[in-house]
């Protein structure tokens, strides 16, 4: 065909491209999924070269094995460093490190970028051991390292914790001047993180000429993970202050801090950030948003969040279900783990866990037992952490029967399991139980730990068992070397503060080797208020105002104190002091469980569908009750208000709404089991035993500090709580 004359006046030559940039070209255009096709052809060392890049930009391990295998037949690969060197770092890259060592073997002159991107490869998939013998082998070859070679050298210390390894390579990096690389300073800063030693990590990233974002997120997320989210916090706003920007990594740095601290402020800000900048928003950032929104008690916005999530997986389940769990919403947990099951997800270890701890804050016995099933059917129940949450669920569901049953029959017991058997055996104040239960453990050659000795000593305290408490809390020093701490001096406070002995317990807080914290304080505080001592009260509300000004239970402690002495202007002036402060008292709640449906009740709730015929059976229970010699106990009304008023505050309360309400709702001599988020005041305990011997039923209530089981006119905790 003759050529135009605009192409004639330009003369203008048709150029024959050759057939390997023909084919670099195609591959670009066609992916790797053509790689397939294009090594069923011969291939010369120039297309080899191209297929490998290729296979590596792809991390196509299948596929690069095959053309590996094309490229051994065809000869193309005999004596060809180049094309060896590029095998190597494909497996190396693509993960494939077994195969990528063969191939480095078979290079006999070996050039720095091979060794880095051995070091490399071994550091990042999991290898950091080899990494570092691969590291020594290079420098005994005479090569040295450089900027390439130090920061997966300085992964692998940190990932193996191998502290002054790490440390002679950063002087080794000094001396040969990179330490000024930035790439080298984030991996020393990282370094540093996983070591824990964040006051270098910091003096390294202030040395810092040149910091880029990666050098911030690394610094960020060292103070996340070493637990100081407030630092996290405080040097994101100076990123923030200065307009970095973030990306990806950042949010996944600084999310977990906020979740830490509940920053919901701070949280709500970086969400508005993300999407006024359309940063990436995959599934990882979403469930970090939920999770700080839910540790901020924003459950509306988790949820928003959660159902924006187009492929929900486990992790997201697990956020929103394990949340609702631990910040006060256990129903909606339940209801979140119903709804997973029915849209098919499969639920893991950490979800099932999550669940259970939701049937146990508000003692949902039957959601527990279907669990129980559940697990069986599916062959969890052999494994020690479900067995072990199996065990703390019935505990704290009130079948200590049932838990003890778990406990037994799990195939093998850690530490865990002893410990939640005998805190299970406390709350339920059977003290001698959990002092056997603790013997019995020593016996089989189990050492105790801080929590173990918490959790005795907690038995201890709530069946008054002064001299048993006295005898551990001495052998956990000087049989076990554990220093005690608050914990342990908060359950001796109780047990020696219940038992009377506040002398010996004010002695017992100046004589500490800490510093008393607020909850030894309020222990103490406890104390005063059950044997009305007005004066060590006071001292001890005010060392409580002190450490923690934001707690409203001292102030409610102290008020009742003066309340009891009719002291109705101290009184008042607390009530006031607490108003002031912003401080307000939660309101008695109480939840039932009824053919696996968790029922609420608020103090002088009417908000029930079956209201009015529950405060009628109120009615008939108090007249039954005055027929039977019943007298109120208005103590238990810290209010200056009449007699008659003070009666009818106390048959509002929510553990009577629901007693009635199971009353109306279940079969004859069926056991009652109740949850109630306050401490059972003095004459709601006595009503309660007498409707157990009225109604011949057992009536179990779960309180903010133990079990009651109410019995035939008596009660388990023998009205020592």
């Avoid at 004639?8 to 195609?26: A, G, N, V």
């Avoid at 219940?498 to 317990?505: K, N, P």
């Avoid at 509300?541 to 104190?561: D, E, M």
Wanted: glycine share 6%; with cysteine.
């Amino acid at each position: 065909m003759n050529a135009s004359p605009l192409l004639k006046s330009l003369d203008f030559q048709p150029r024959i491209l050759p057939p390997s940039f023909l084919f670099s070209r195609y591959l670009r255009l066609f992916g790797a999924h053509s790689v397939e096709r294009a090594i069923t052809e011969p291939l010369n060392s120039l297309q080899c070269g191209h297929l490998l890049q290729i296979v590596t930009n792809s991390k196509s391990l299948e596929k690069g094995r095959k053309l590996h295998a094309h490229m051994v037949s065809s000869g193309v690969l005999l004596d060809n460093t180049y094309l060896s060197t590029k095998l190597c770092a494909m497996y190396a890259i693509c993960g494939g490190m077994a195969d990528a060592r063969v191939v480095f073997d078979g290079i006999s002159l070996k050039n720095p970028f091979l060794w880095n991107v051995m070091v490399r490869g071994y550091a990042c998939n999991g290898f950091p051991l080899k990494a570092l013998v691969l590291y020594r082998e290079m420098l005994r070859s005479g090569k040295k390292a450089d900027n390439f070679t130090y920061p997966f050298v300085l992964m692998a210390c940190g990932d193996l914790l191998l502290i002054e390894v790490g440390k002679r390579t950063h002087s080794r990096i000094i001396v040969c001047g990179y330490e000024s690389d930035v790439y080298v300073s984030n991996s020393l800063i990282s370094m540093y993180s996983k070591f824990g030693e964040m006051e270098l990590a910091q003096a390294l990233f202030d040395k810092m000429l040149a910091k880029d974002l990666t050098s911030w997120n690394t610094i960020i997320s060292g103070y996340a993970k070493n637990n100081d989210s407030g630092r996290a916090l405080a040097v994101f706003a100076v990123l923030a202050m200065r307009g970095g920007g973030m990306d990806r990594a950042t949010l996944l740095s600084i999310l977990p801090a906020c979740a830490n601290l509940a920053a919901l402020k701070q949280g709500k800000e970086i969400h508005a950030y993300t999407l006024r900048n359309s940063l990436e928003f995959d599934e990882f950032v979403v469930n970090a948003f939920i999770d700080v929104y839910v540790n901020s008690d924003f459950i509306a916005g988790a949820r928003c969040l959660f159902e924006k999530i187009s492929r929900k997986d486990t992790v997201s389940w697990n956020s929103l279900i394990s949340g609702c769990a631990r910040h006060g919403d256990a129903v909606e947990s339940l209801k979140f783990f119903r709804r997973m099951n029915s849209e098919g997800m499969v639920p893991d270890e950490f979800t099932l866990v999550s669940a259970l701890g939701a049937c146990d804050r508000i003692a949902a016995l039957q959601f527990g037992r279907s669990f129980h099933a559940y697990l069986t059917r599916k062959g969890f129940d052999n494994r020690v952490i479900l067995g072990t949450a199996l065990i703390d669920m019935y505990a704290k569901c009130g079948s200590l029967d049932c838990s003890r049953q778990a406990f037994d029959e799990m195939p093998m017991k850690n530490l865990v399991s002893w410990t939640a058997m005998i805190s299970g055996y406390g709350l339920h104040g059977r003290g001698r139980e959990a002092v056997a239960c603790f013997n019995e453990m020593k016996t089989k050659n189990i050492g105790a730990d801080k929590i173990t000795f918490t959790s005795v000593l907690s038995a201890c305290s709530h069946a008054g068992l002064v001299d048993e408490a006295k005898e551990i809390f001495h052998q956990m020093s000087k049989d076990y070397s554990i220093s005690p701490s608050f914990e342990h001096y908060s359950c001796m406070v109780d047990v020696l503060g219940r038992a009377g002995h506040l002398d010996e317990v004010y002695k017992l807080i100046l004589d500490m080797n800490v510093e008393p914290n607020v909850d030894v304080w309020i222990a103490f505080l406890s104390a005063c208020r059950i044997h009305h001592n007005v004066e060590l009260a006071e001292i001890a509300s005010h060392n409580a105002f002190h450490l923690n000004p934001k707690g409203i239970g001292p102030y409610v402690s102290l008020s009742n104190v003066y309340a009891v002495e009719k002291r109705w202007s101290d009184v008042e002036r607390v009530r006031t002091t607490a108003r002031m402060n912003g401080l307000k008292k939660p309101p008695g709640c109480s939840f039932i469980e009824l053919d696996m449906e968790i029922h609420r009740f608020l103090v002088g709730d009417k908000s029930h569908p079956q209201s009015k015929t529950i405060y009628a059976k109120l009615d008939e229970l108090r007249q039954q009750l005055k027929k039977a010699g019943y007298i109120p106990d208005t103590s238990s009304v810290f209010y200056d208000v009449e007699e008659d008023v003070k009666e009818n505050m106390l048959w509002d309360h929510s553990e009577r709404l629901a007693i009635a309400f199971a009353l109306l709702n279940t079969s004859p001599g069926m056991t009652i089991r109740i949850t109630k988020n306050l401490r059972v005041c003095g004459d709601c305990h006595t009503a309660t035993k007498l409707i157990s011997k009225l109604v011949s039923r057992e009536i179990v209530v779960r309180d903010a500090h133990r079990f009651h089981h109410f019995r035939n006119g008596s009660c388990s905790c023998g009205d020592y709580w």
